[in-house]
């Protein structure tokens, strides 16, 4: 028979959702560093119709192709393309994740 978990149980695993996912990753912030340095190549905004034929992809593109939270981390904490060399902080990375989640 199934027997409710513990509460102590209950509360770490709470715990450890939230130490994976960041929480406060702020999409607003994430869209004001994408216009800074991102929007030299990429299209940000969401309302872009239409593929560009040539050029990196739009963020809308990015968000719609299925990449998850962890691929995007994974490729932003490298610099890609001809991107002049900035360094994101976790943080920066995190809110860019979370703007482009808005575009989902
Ligand atoms: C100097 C131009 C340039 C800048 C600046 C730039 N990118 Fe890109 N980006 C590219 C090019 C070119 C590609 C496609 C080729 C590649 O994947 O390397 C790309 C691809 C991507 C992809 C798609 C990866 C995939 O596999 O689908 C993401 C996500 C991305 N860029 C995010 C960003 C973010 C976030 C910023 C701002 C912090 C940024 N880019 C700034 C040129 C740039």
Redesign the pocket.
């Given at each position: 028979m199934f027997k409710k978990p513990p509460c102590s149980v209950l509360a770490l695993s709470v715990l450890a959702g939230l130490a994976i996912r960041p929480a406060h990753a702020d999409a607003a912030k994430g869209a004001q560093?994408?216009r800074q340095?991102?929007a030299?190549?990429?299209v940000i905004g969401g309302n872009a119709t239409g593929p560009v034929p040539q050029?990196?992809?739009s963020?809308q593109m990015?968000a719609r192709?299925g990449?998850s939270a962890d691929q995007?981390r994974a490729?932003?904490s490298h610099p890609?393309?001809?991107?002049?060399n900035?360094a994101?902080t976790r943080t920066e990375i995190d809110d860019?994740i979370g703007y482009?989640d808005t575009l989902r």
């Open positions: 560093i994408a340095w991102c030299n190549c990429h050029g990196p992809p963020f990015v192709s990449m995007l490729f932003l890609h393309g001809a991107m002049p900035l994101l860019l482009i």
